[in-house]
Every structure is written in structure tokens, then in C-alpha cells.
């Protein structure tokens, strides 16, 4: 920046973007452009190039008056964020480049790669397990210290010695003695921190475990709460819920305790629901209309519900009810006639089919196995008998079906709120008619129909759907297949429906149906009913977001909120902002540092201070950084093309002088060249008028001599 010429136009921009940040930042003088400098912040965030270029390009682009421009890049050129790959569309309008390298000549790094609670809740019935991967790359350490802290308490620690290029595993178990309801979870704030090495900032990685005291799930079968385990009867649902209330198969396993709720499909109610976290449902013949809207109002507030065949289900019948053409709770509709057969005792040849391994896909299927050992899960299951779901059929159904019903509640709604403002309008003026009031009134029910919200907890989910548009909302209720079977026909098929989730599985619970149950392939079903109670819980803990969204009730929208992030010595003001017609929220958006931030409701303007005491609440969010950009590796010149497109690129070690001066770069060292040519015309303009005034006082002195006559004589008097 010193050596710029005067007069530059200086843009500083940081490649790990800012919400703090102006856009252009063009600096006229080099002390505002080294003050910009020294206001940039170390950031736990990832550096692609291809961001930086872009951000370049429009630099230039703005500053289009000025006639020649330099890019200069200045950072580690980190192998995984810095390959030219695909930079050629970000490079028109840009002629030159630097790529100024100051990685620095040590590359040793041990960092915290990953760190989770395993099955992502807890309770106070069982021991927690915390799973952190250790990675380290250069010289071998040993001693390495290991702490694990809950809350303000370190609750562990170890010693472990690593090796370049390896990764470790570590497990530390905890038992928890304080936990939420499921109406309001406790949150608890976790730390893994490893002792200091040169790069500090990626020692660590946080989380915020959920503790609730037993989830309620409802079970529902074909005998509810009336099995017969002395008579070996025995409902669809019930290795399920042993599998949920008791030892887990998977390494490091741990009890996880529900609050059980068995149910037939004619028993269920609201009262049921009203809690629940997760709806199991499998081995029922056929629901009930009743049953099917029930269910359909807890999945639409953000209920989730998994369904499997099994024992009298009946394709035919489910279809019938519980499709609806989208508006019921199948994810799709299903074909009439199922693929297979219940084996009989009698039987030696039973036919049957596995899974396609390579279709198991979505958060709900992923297992946290070694992939030896998820091979293995995958193989292990035998399938004897099936539904199919016509996941086509469904697709198009909600295509057109749902669009319009979207369309029709869109515009009723539009119509409501008009008539509501001209009501409350009316009544102020005291002209609102009996009739009006009538209709005021069954307008309302209708409304509150339409949203129901009867769910004892909120859903975490928390934009508001009415900013999506028709087609937004009708791509996201499409069903999708997160897995099939070797014959090809669907496994699982998972739907949205409002702000909740189902999934369905095409077979049974129980061995009749399928061997799920009695291999390691039980973790299949482990995996998805976990994934439906996490799914229930809002989000905590975050990985590099651009922003964060928690949701805020409609009576806060007044309230005075404060964040305080790491590092920070004060909390900071954080406004509410309109999500969507009736839904408010908090807005992230300066969350690039690591650690713990803390929200705080401070209370409603012209609360008393004990009433806002009374209303205050806090909340705890872990972010954490990419753990790619701990791993130091980078870019050599040799692995940079000279040239990507029409732009050339230049290498400049930390060492080297950075120019501004080259074929492109013309302006710098042109006004030499300028002052020389203007030397030299002053020079030959001198010369010039010199040999022209010279030839005039040769001409002028000339007229006062002698001119010889015709003869060439000289007259005789002028000798």
C-alpha cells in the first residue's frame, strides 16, 4: 500500500466475508486503506478462492473509471479452498493477478476434527456418550492433553499421544443428573478442548446437548395397550420400543429411555399427541378418517410420525384414507398388491431380497459406523414381504393437487385479513353488523383451522411458509426415496407435510415380515426414530453458518434482546425481525468466530423490572468452524497455471516484492516515461528554434554585402 502512487483507489476486502464489512470499500488514501487493514479480524471460516475472485471482479467492475486496475490475493493458498478449479467465469474484466503466498513454513497442526453427542439427545436415566475425532499432521506429539468440559465443570481428561497423518477416536461417558421436560428441554453447553499448539483457534469444538426426562412417543398397533406377553401376543411396535428403552447395539451404546404411550388407531386422541415428540405407527390394518385428520394437524405443526407395514396392513385401505391425493399422512400413495410373501413354517425354499446399498441416502439412514461395518449392517437384513409406493404417482398428485389447494388457502387468507381489518374498523365505529359478526366469527374458525397449534411444544422450525412461493412450497412436499431395495421397489420414502415430517417403511417390524429386527441391521430403525426426536429439538449447535435463525413468539416482537459472542467484553443489541405475516425472529448474521454465544431476553419496553425479570429467558448456541481449513496443506507455484483465461497469474513468495509495475500495470512507471518524452520534445524544440534563428541572422547579414554583377565581377570599389 506504501508503495502505491498517489492518488490510487485502494479496495481492501477480506476473503471470509462480513456482514460488518462495507461493499465496495474504495480507500482514496493509503491511511484509511492500512486502518481497513488493521480492522480485519481472524475468522473461523473458509477462504475459497473463487469468493475472493468474485468479489474482485465486482471491485473492479465498480470502480469502472479507473483505466487500469491490480489484483492482488494475499493468504495461505490452503490447497482444499484455493484450487483454480472453475475460476475462469470469475476472472473476466481481470487482466492480472498476485497470489501472494504467507503460509508459514511450519506445518505441524493437531486439531479437534468432529465432536458429538451420540443418538444427539440425553437423559438423566443413562450415561451420555461424547465422541470427539483428534487429528494431527506433522511431527508425532505425545501427551497431548484431552478435556472434556460439561458446563463449568471439566468432567474428564486424558492424555493421548498422536502421529502425522492419523486420526483418533475418543469416547467419554456422562451421566447427567438435571434434565428438561419435553415441553422445555434442557440445553447444556459441552467443550472438548485439546492442550495449545501453535494454531490455537481449532483446539476446540463445542456443542449444546438436549437432557429431557423421558420423550413421550406414541405407539401405535394392532393391540395398543392390550398385548398378551404371557400368550406370546405381542404388537407390531413392541420390539421397537424395547430397542428405544433399552440397551442400544451400537458401540459405545447407551440407554435411551421414552415415555411410552400405546395406542390402537381408534384410541388415539389429542390429549395423546399433544406431547409427543414421535408417532410410531405399523401393523394396522386401516386408519379411521378421524384418525388420519388427528394426525394430520400434529404433522402439519411439526409432529413427526413414522410408518411401516406389517402384520394385517392393507395397501388398498391405507391408500383409501390416509393418501387423500397429498392431504392425508402417506408420503405416497401405494400400489394395491404388495411384492412377497409372509414365509410359512412349512416352508424350506422362502424367498426373499436385500437392500441396494448404494441408494441408502438422507440424514435419517446415516449410520456413525466405520464403512466396513455399515457394509456389513446393510447386508445383513433379509426382506420377505413388502408394500409398494407409487412415489410417481404421488409426485404428480402433489404437483397439481397441492398446488391449487396452496393457491385457494392463499387467496381465502388474503381475503381474511382484509376483512379482519375491515371488521375491527366496523366495530371500532360501532357499525358491525349481527350478520357480519356471524361471519367474522366462522371466518376465524376457519383460520384457526387452518394452522392448528394445539402441540404443548414449539416447532423448530421456525420461517414462516407464507414467504415461500406456490412452487417453493410444492417442491418441498414432494417425496423423496431415501433407499431401495435390490428388486428396486422403495425401502424408505420420506414426506414434509407443513412444518413436520413422515416417513414410511415399506415392510414390517416384526420377523415375520423381515429380519430387521434380529441383525445389526436393527440400527436402520435406531437411526430413523432417533432422527424424528432430534428433529423435534431445535438446533444449538451450528457449523459455519452464514446466519442463524431462532425464532421469537409473536408477543416478543417488542422485547429487547442482547447477544454476546466469544471474545466479546459487552453484549450487543439484537433487533426482532418480521420472518413472515405472523412469525418473528432473531437474525444471526456476525457469527464468524468459534465458541459459546449466549441470547437474552431482556424484557418489553415499560415492563417493571421485576416483571421483566420475570420474563427474561437465555439461551445458549454453539458455532463451530470447518475443520478442512485445519488441515495446512497448500498450493505450491507449481500447482498455479501461468495463465486462466485471458487473465495471467503471477506467484509471489512472503519474501518477494509485491509489483506494481508490468505490462498491465501501466499507470505506475508511465509518468516516467511521459517526462522523458517531454524532455525530449522541450530538447528538440530548442534545437529547432536554434537552427531557425541562426538561419535568420545568416539571411538578415547577408543583404548587407556586395552581389556580384553578370560578369562575376566583383566592382573594383568594394574590394
Given at each position: 500500500?506504501?508503495?502505491l502512487?498517489?492518488?490510487?483507489?485502494i479496495?481492501?476486502?477480506p476473503?471470509?466475508?462480513d456482514?460488518?464489512?462495507?461493499?465496495r470499500?474504495?480507500?482514496?488514501?493509503?491511511e484509511?486503506?492500512?486502518?481497513?487493514v488493521n480492522?480485519?479480524?481472524?475468522?473461523?471460516r473458509?477462504?475459497?478462492?473463487?469468493?475472493?475472485?468474485?468479489?474482485?471482479?465486482?471491485?473492479?467492475?465498480?470502480?469502472?473509471?479507473?483505466?487500469t486496475?491490480?489484483v492482488?490475493?494475499?493468504?495461505?493458498?490452503?490447497?482444499?479452498?484455493?484450487?483454480?478449479d472453475?475460476a475462469?467465469?470469475?476472472?473476466?474484466g481481470?487482466s492480472?493477478?498476485?497470489i501472494?503466498?504467507?503460509?508459514?513454513?511450519?506445518?505441524t497442526n493437531?486439531?479437534?476434527?468432529?465432536?458429538?453427542?451420540?443418538?444427539?439427545?440425553a437423559?438423566?436415566?443413562?450415561?451420555?456418550?461424547?465422541?470427539?475425532t483428534?487429528?494431527?499432521?506433522?511431527k508425532?506429539r505425545?501427551?497431548?492433553?484431552?478435556t472434556?468440559?460439561?458446563?463449568n465443570?471439566v468432567?474428564?481428561?486424558?492424555?493421548?499421544?498422536?502421529?502425522?497423518g492419523?486420526?483418533?477416536?475418543l469416547?467419554?461417558?456422562?451421566k447427567f443428573?438435571?434434565?428438561?421436560?419435553s415441553?422445555e428441554?434442557?440445553?447444556?453447553?459441552?467443550?472438548?478442548e485439546?492442550?495449545t499448539?501453535?494454531?490455537?483457534?481449532d483446539?476446540?469444538?463445542?456443542?449444546?446437548?438436549p437432557?429431557?426426562?423421558?420423550?413421550?412417543?406414541v405407539?401405535?398397533?394392532?393391540h395398543?395397550?392390550?398385548e398378551?406377553?404371557?400368550e406370546?401376543?405381542?404388537?407390531e411396535?413392541?420390539r421397537?420400543?424395547?430397542?428405544?428403552?433399552?440397551?442400544?447395539?451400537?458401540p459405545?451404546?447407551?440407554k435411551?429411555?421414552?415415555?411410552?404411550?400405546?395406542?390402537?388407531i381408534?384410541?388415539v386422541?389429542?390429549?395423546?399427541l399433544?406431547?409427543?415428540?414421535?408417532?410410531?405407527?405399523?401393523?394396522v390394518?386401516?386408519?379411521?378418517?378421524?384418525?388420519?385428520a388427528?394426525?394430520?394437524?400434529?404433522?402439519?405443526?411439526?409432529?413427526?410420525?413414522f410408518i411401516?407395514?406389517g402384520?394385517?396392513?392393507?395397501?388398498?385401505?391405507w391408500t383409501?384414507a390416509?393418501?387423500r391425493d397429498?392431504?392425508?399422512?402417506?408420503?405416497?400413495?401405494?400400489?394395491?398388491t404388495p411384492v412377497g410373501?409372509?414365509?410359512?413354517?412349512?416352508?424350506?425354499?422362502?424367498?426373499?431380497?436385500?437392500?441396494?446399498?448404494?441408494s441408502?441416502m438422507?440424514?435419517?439412514?446415516?449410520?456413525?459406523t466405520?464403512p466396513?461395518?455399515?457394509?456389513?449392517?446393510?447386508?445383513s437384513?433379509r426382506?420377505?414381504?413388502?408394500v409398494v409406493t407409487?412415489?410417481?404417482a404421488?409426485?404428480?398428485a402433489?404437483?397439481q393437487v397441492?398446488?391449487?389447494q396452496?393457491?385457494?388457502?392463499?387467496?381465502?387468507?388474503?381475503e381474511y385479513e382484509?376483512?379482519?381489518?375491515?371488521?375491527?374498523?366496523?366495530?371500532?365505529?360501532?357499525k358491525?353488523s349481527a350478520?357480519?359478526?356471524?361471519?367474522?366469527?366462522?371466518?376465524?374458525?376457519?383460520?384457526?383451522?387452518?394452522?392448528?397449534?394445539?402441540?404443548?411444544w414449539?416447532n423448530?422450525?421456525?420461517?414462516?411458509?407464507?414467504?415461500?412461493?406456490?412452487?417453493d412450497?410444492v417442491k418441498a412436499?414432494q417425496?423423496?426415496v431415501?433407499?431401495?431395495?435390490?428388486?428396486?421397489?422403495?425401502f424408505?420414502?420420506?414426506?414434509?407435510?407443513?412444518?413436520?415430517r413422515?416417513?414410511?417403511?415399506?415392510?414390517?417390524?416384526?420377523?415375520?415380515?423381515?429380519?430387521l429386527?434380529?441383525e445389526?441391521?436393527v440400527?436402520?430403525?435406531?437411526?430413523?426414530m432417533r432422527?424424528l426426536l432430534i428433529?423435534?429439538?431445535p438446533?444449538?449447535?451450528?457449523?459455519p453458518?452464514?446466519?442463524?435463525?431462532?425464532?421469537?413468539a409473536?408477543v416478543?416482537?417488542?422485547?429487547?434482546?442482547?447477544l454476546?459472542g466469544?471474545?466479546?467484553?459487552?453484549?450487543r443489541?439484537?433487533s426482532?425481525?418480521?420472518?413472515?405475516?405472523?412469525?418473528?425472529g432473531?437474525?444471526?448474521?456476525?457469527?464468524?468466530?468459534?465458541?459459546l454465544?449466549?441470547i437474552q431476553?431482556?424484557?418489553?419496553?415499560?415492563e417493571?423490572a421485576?416483571?421483566g425479570k420475570?420474563?427474561a429467558?437465555t439461551i445458549?448456541?454453539a458455532v463451530?468452524?470447518p475443520?478442512?481449513e485445519?488441515?495446512?496443506?497448500?498450493?505450491?507455484?507449481?500447482?498455479v497455471?501461468?495463465?486462466?483465461?485471458?487473465?495471467?497469474i503471477?506467484?509471489?513468495?512472503?519474501?518477494?516484492?509485491?509489483s506494481?509495475?508490468?505490462?498491465?500495470?501501466?499507470?505506475h512507471?508511465f509518468?516516467?516515461v511521459?517526462m522523458?518524452?517531454t524532455?525530449?520534445c522541450v530538447?528538440?524544440?530548442m534545437?529547432l528554434?536554434?537552427?531557425?534563428?541562426?538561419?535568420?541572422l545568416?539571411?538578415?547579414?547577408?543583404?548587407?554585402?556586395?552581389?556580384?554583377?553578370q560578369?562575376?565581377?566583383?566592382?573594383?570599389?568594394?574590394?
Amino acid at each position: 500500500i506504501d508503495a502505491l502512487p498517489a492518488g490510487s483507489d485502494i479496495s481492501v476486502i477480506p476473503l471470509c466475508s462480513d456482514s460488518r464489512w462495507h461493499a465496495r470499500n474504495v480507500y482514496a488514501t493509503k491511511e484509511d486503506a492500512l486502518e481497513a487493514v488493521n480492522r480485519i479480524e481472524i475468522v473461523d471460516r473458509a477462504a475459497p478462492v473463487t469468493v475472493g475472485l468474485a468479489q474482485a471482479q465486482r471491485a473492479c467492475r465498480l470502480a469502472s473509471e479507473i483505466p487500469t486496475k491490480r489484483v492482488v490475493f494475499i493468504g495461505d493458498a490452503q490447497r482444499r479452498t484455493w484450487s483454480p478449479d472453475g475460476a475462469e467465469a470469475y476472472l473476466q474484466g481481470i487482466s492480472d493477478i498476485q497470489i501472494v503466498q504467507v503460509a508459514p513454513a511450519e506445518r505441524t497442526n493437531t486439531w479437534v476434527a468432529d465432536f458429538k453427542l451420540l443418538h444427539g439427545i440425553a437423559d438423566t436415566d443413562s450415561t451420555a456418550v461424547f465422541r470427539a475425532t483428534i487429528r494431527h499432521e506433522g511431527k508425532p506429539r505425545s501427551g497431548v492433553k484431552v478435556t472434556l468440559t460439561i458446563g463449568n465443570a471439566v468432567v474428564a481428561e486424558r492424555a493421548v499421544d498422536l502421529v502425522g497423518g492419523h486420526e483418533m477416536r475418543l469416547d467419554f461417558n456422562h451421566k447427567f443428573d438435571v434434565a428438561g421436560t419435553s415441553a422445555e428441554p434442557l440445553f447444556v453447553p459441552a467443550k472438548l478442548e485439546l492442550s495449545t499448539d501453535r494454531l490455537a483457534m481449532d483446539n476446540y469444538r463445542t456443542l449444546i446437548a438436549p437432557v429431557v426426562a423421558r420423550t413421550p412417543v406414541v405407539f401405535i398397533d394392532q393391540h395398543g395397550s392390550n398385548e398378551r406377553p404371557d400368550e406370546n401376543v405381542f404388537g407390531e411396535t413392541s420390539r421397537v420400543r424395547r430397542l428405544l428403552s433399552s440397551q442400544s447395539h451400537g458401540p459405545g451404546g447407551q440407554k435411551q429411555l421414552v415415555r411410552q404411550v400405546l395406542r390402537t388407531i381408534d384410541q388415539v386422541t389429542r390429549d395423546d399427541l399433544k406431547e409427543a415428540r414421535l408417532v410410531v405407527i405399523a401393523g394396522v390394518k386401516s386408519p379411521s378418517p378421524e384418525a388420519v385428520a388427528l394426525l394430520r394437524e400434529y404433522v402439519e405443526q411439526g409432529g413427526n410420525i413414522f410408518i411401516a407395514a406389517g402384520g394385517a396392513f392393507d395397501p388398498v385401505q391405507w391408500t383409501a384414507a390416509a393418501w387423500r391425493d397429498g392431504a392425508g399422512i402417506l408420503p405416497a400413495p401405494l400400489k394395491d398388491t404388495p411384492v412377497g410373501r409372509v414365509p410359512e413354517s412349512s416352508r424350506t425354499n422362502v424367498v426373499s431380497f436385500g437392500l441396494d446399498e448404494p441408494s441408502i441416502m438422507g440424514q435419517a439412514l446415516y449410520l456413525d459406523t466405520t464403512p466396513e461395518e455399515t457394509e456389513k449392517i446393510l447386508a445383513s437384513p433379509r426382506f420377505f414381504k413388502i408394500v409398494v409406493t407409487d412415489v410417481a404417482a404421488g409426485r404428480n398428485a402433489i404437483s397439481q393437487v397441492e398446488r391449487k389447494q396452496i393457491q385457494r388457502q392463499r387467496k381465502w387468507l388474503t381475503e381474511y385479513e382484509a376483512n379482519e381489518k375491515r371488521w375491527a374498523q366496523l366495530e371500532r365505529t360501532g357499525k358491525l353488523s349481527a350478520e357480519e359478526a356471524k361471519r367474522r366469527e366462522r371466518d376465524r374458525l376457519a383460520a384457526a383451522a387452518m394452522g392448528p397449534n394445539w402441540l404443548a411444544w414449539r416447532n423448530p422450525l421456525a420461517r414462516d411458509t407464507a414467504g415461500l412461493s406456490v412452487e417453493d412450497l410444492v417442491k418441498a412436499t414432494q417425496p423423496r426415496v431415501l433407499g431401495r431395495y435390490d428388486n428396486g421397489h422403495p425401502f424408505v420414502v420420506q414426506r414434509e407435510i407443513g412444518k413436520g415430517r413422515v416417513i414410511m417403511l415399506t415392510s414390517g417390524l416384526w420377523p415375520s415380515w423381515n429380519t430387521l429386527a434380529l441383525e445389526n441391521s436393527v440400527l436402520l430403525l435406531d437411526r430413523i426414530m432417533r432422527s424424528l426426536l432430534i428433529r423435534s429439538l431445535p438446533d444449538r449447535t451450528f457449523g459455519p453458518e452464514q446466519e442463524i435463525l431462532i425464532p421469537v413468539a409473536a408477543v416478543d416482537q417488542a422485547a429487547d434482546f442482547a447477544l454476546q459472542g466469544p471474545g466479546d467484553d459487552e453484549p450487543r443489541l439484537q433487533s426482532v425481525e418480521a420472518l413472515g405475516p405472523r412469525s418473528y425472529g432473531l437474525l444471526l448474521r456476525s457469527v464468524q468466530r468459534r465458541g459459546l454465544y449466549r441470547i437474552q431476553r431482556k424484557g418489553l419496553a415499560g415492563e417493571s423490572a421485576d416483571e421483566g425479570k420475570k420474563d427474561a429467558w437465555t439461551i445458549m448456541l454453539a458455532v463451530n468452524g470447518p475443520a478442512e481449513e485445519s488441515e495446512l496443506a497448500s498450493l505450491t507455484e507449481a500447482d498455479v497455471p501461468a495463465q486462466i483465461g485471458q487473465a495471467s497469474i503471477s506467484w509471489v513468495e512472503a519474501d518477494e516484492k509485491i509489483s506494481l509495475a508490468g505490462k498491465t500495470y501501466i499507470g505506475h512507471d508511465f509518468w516516467k516515461v511521459l517526462m522523458l518524452l517531454t524532455l525530449a520534445c522541450v530538447l528538440l524544440e530548442m534545437v529547432l528554434l536554434t537552427s531557425w534563428r541562426l538561419a535568420g541572422l545568416a539571411k538578415a547579414s547577408g543583404s548587407d554585402q556586395a552581389v556580384p554583377d553578370q560578369t562575376g565581377e566583383v566592382p573594383e570599389a568594394t574590394r
